[in-house]
């Protein structure tokens, strides 16, 4: 019955006849209202983390005498309503595509406050993203220098750019969310120094008047629980920065160090503090540039899922609740619920961990060994592997999987044409809409027959 409040919405609470509500709204009302699977975000939770991170960055580099700019990093979780709340607490967006640079606009964020990453940008999102005016786009390879120069040169503008560094720091919780060893899509190595491909893009910068050489940029990986990774990735791009200082005198004014903030998943995860990790990063950067010799860079840094990861639930409704022997004896008790990897594909793609709970009413005191799974064709389509239930779980009770705000509702998907969950956020006893509901009707528009 005990919530734990690393992994739930910081208003998530059992009531009295133990179902849980959030911010006050009860999820069986909330069921019944907009139906389910539903995502349900915590709006007041997601502004307190939003603001504790930018705060925290601010506080521990003050000293310092440089500045910080937090990036909600929108690959996590983007709509309107949470590029608008992100903004309002101080926080720019992160964008990676077209299209999460459409929602950042519509929800009226300037261009200025907008970054543009991706590894394989198109001449079209490199054009609007120049249109817009945005504060930065972020070079991955030696092409893109002379397509976001020739591309500035047409529109008549300066574009500004930094470049992406692979620092060879292996983290994050899996290898396809490891974004910083050699061997991957991304960024550009440091291996050779002076003669590294790192360098050698950002010479090419310098010697394109259309592009204005803001910073170095460095993402290591993601849901990372160790801040060492980040310390180490942190002094070697700080190096580069003073090396490309040598050897051209041009010492860029800004350092980005990245995203990947750990959260909880389930009980007994500690979450990495992103006051902590400020404190240590701001050591390691003041060291670092004291032994370099060079002053300390304007730091910018991208959280996503540690804004919106805990905010948001899952609501699921049970239907199929079958007992199975296992080949090693036991019982193992499958419930199934009327979503699964096209809400939440991270269990199937990278054998992710979470838990769940009976949200609709106390259940027995008795637990049973239980698995969540979807309703799709798929064998691995499972949702929570292994969480102890009430005994009594049967069809017809609500189940929340909480820690699903970051990559659940973005990696969704119309598998098995399932229509796609709303998001509903709840504030002071009241929900309302972020993301309608797809329908069965929104898939058959799109087939032309």
């Keep these: 019955m005990t919530l734990d409040p690393h992994v739930w919405p910081a208003g998530a609470r059992r009531t009295d006849d133990g179902a849980i509500a959030v911010a006050g709204v009860d999820l069986r009302d909330l069921a019944a209202e907009h139906g389910t699977p539903v995502y349900v975000l915590d709006e007041a939770d997601f502004r307190a983390r939003a603001r504790g991170i930018r705060e925290a960055f601010?506080?521990?580099?003050?000293?310092?005498?440089?500045?910080?700019?937090?990036?909600y990093a929108g690959k996590a979780f983007l709509c309107v309503a949470v590029a608008r709340w992100a903004h309002e607490e101080g926080l720019r967006i992160d964008t990676a595509t077209g299209g999460e640079l459409a929602v950042a606009l519509r929800a009226g964020v300037p261009g200025a406050d907008i970054g543009l990453h991706g590894?394989?940008?198109?001449?079209?999102?490199?054009?609007?993203?120049?249109?817009?005016?945005?504060?930065?786009?972020?070079?991955?390879?030696?092409?893109?220098?002379?397509?976001?120069?020739?591309?500035?040169?047409?529109?008549?503008?300066?574009?500004?750019?930094?470049?992406?560094?692979?620092?060879?720091?292996?983290?994050?919780?899996?290898?396809?969310?490891s974004t910083a060893h050699e061997d991957q899509k991304f960024g550009l190595s440091l291996a050779g120094g002076a003669d590294s491909p790192a360098m050698a893009a950002l010479r090419a910068v310098l010697a394109r008047?259309?592009?204005?050489?803001?910073?170095?940029?460095?993402?290591?990986?993601?849901?990372?629980?160790?801040?060492?990774?980040?310390?180490?990735?942190?002094?070697?791009?700080?190096?580069?920065?003073?090396?490309?200082?040598?050897?051209?005198?041009?010492?860029?004014?800004?350092?980005?160090?990245g995203g990947g903030l750990g959260i909880a998943y389930v009980p007994g995860d500690v979450p990495l503090d992103p006051a902590r990790l400020a404190k240590d990063l701001a050591g390691v950067v003041a060291a670092a540039c004291a032994d370099l010799r060079t002053p300390v860079p304007r730091i910018s840094v991208e959280p996503g899922r540690a804004v919106v990861g805990p905010t948001t639930l899952t609501l699921y409704r049970v239907g199929t609740v079958k007992p199975v022997a296992l080949d090693g004896g036991g019982v193992r008790t499958y419930v199934a619920v009327d979503g699964g990897m096209s809400d939440n594909l991270r269990p199937a793609l990278y054998g992710a961990r979470y838990t769940a709970a009976l949200a609709s009413r106390r259940g027995s005191a008795d637990t049973v060994p239980a698995r969540v799974v979807g309703k799709h064709c798929e064998s691995g389509d499972v949702v929570v592997h292994d969480v102890d239930l009430p005994a009594d779980v049967a069809p017809g009770d609500l189940l929340a999987v909480p820690a699903t705000g970051a990559y659940g509702r973005s990696m969704a998907s119309n598998y098995n044409l399932v229509p796609r969950p709303p998001v509903v956020a709840v504030r002071d006893g009241a929900a309302r809409v972020l993301v309608r509901r797809e329908t069965e009707d929104d898939l058959l528009a799109l087939d032309l027959g």
């Design 58 to 71: 601010e506080q521990a580099f003050a000293p310092l005498g440089t500045g910080v700019d937090v990036y």
């Design 119 to 177: 590894n394989n940008k198109s001449d079209d999102e490199i054009g609007r993203a120049l249109a817009a005016g945005v504060g930065r786009i972020v070079l991955d390879s030696l092409g893109e220098v002379d397509r976001v120069a020739d591309a500035a040169a047409r529109a008549g503008v300066r574009a500004p750019v930094m470049v992406r560094l692979t620092t060879g720091v292996h983290a994050g919780g899996h290898e396809y969310v």
């Design 209 to 257: 008047p259309e592009l204005d050489l803001v910073g170095v940029h460095s993402h290591i990986g993601s849901q990372i629980l160790d801040p060492a990774g980040f310390e180490v990735a942190a002094r070697r791009v700080l190096e580069l920065r003073a090396l490309l200082a040598a050897a051209t005198g041009h010492l860029v004014r800004e350092v980005d160090l």
